[in-house]
């Protein structure tokens, strides 16, 4: 459940830093998305793992559904790329 509630605050802080660069409010939009990618973070590193960081990030991989490794990858995704200049994508109405 724990992983489950910070890919979904990775997922809300995404789309506040994609409602902040419609805004351009470029720096605020920036923080989001760093916060977003905190949040993913903490899903990546598991409580009670030793080892590598590469160890690490598959045995979390591991504990997710693919449902949740699908949403992890595509936030990241838009948020480096959000970072990297390219702008977010369009949503539909």
């Excluded at 789309?15 to 920036?30: D, L, N, Q, V």
């Excluded at 559904?65 to 994508?89: K, M, N, W």
């Amino acid at each position: 459940m724990e992983m489950e509630l910070k890919i979904q605050k990775a997922i809300d802080f995404k789309a506040e830093g994609h409602r902040c660069y419609k805004e351009k409010k470029f720096r605020e939009a920036i923080g989001k998305y760093h916060r977003a990618l905190l949040q993913l973070k903490g899903v990546h590193v598991v409580d009670g793992t030793t080892g590598s960081e590469v160890n690490l990030l598959s045995q979390a991989a591991a504990k997710l559904t693919e449902e949740q490794r699908r949403a992890v990858e595509s936030t990241e995704i838009e948020c480096y790329d959000s970072l990297t200049g390219s702008p977010p994508p369009v949503s539909s109405p």
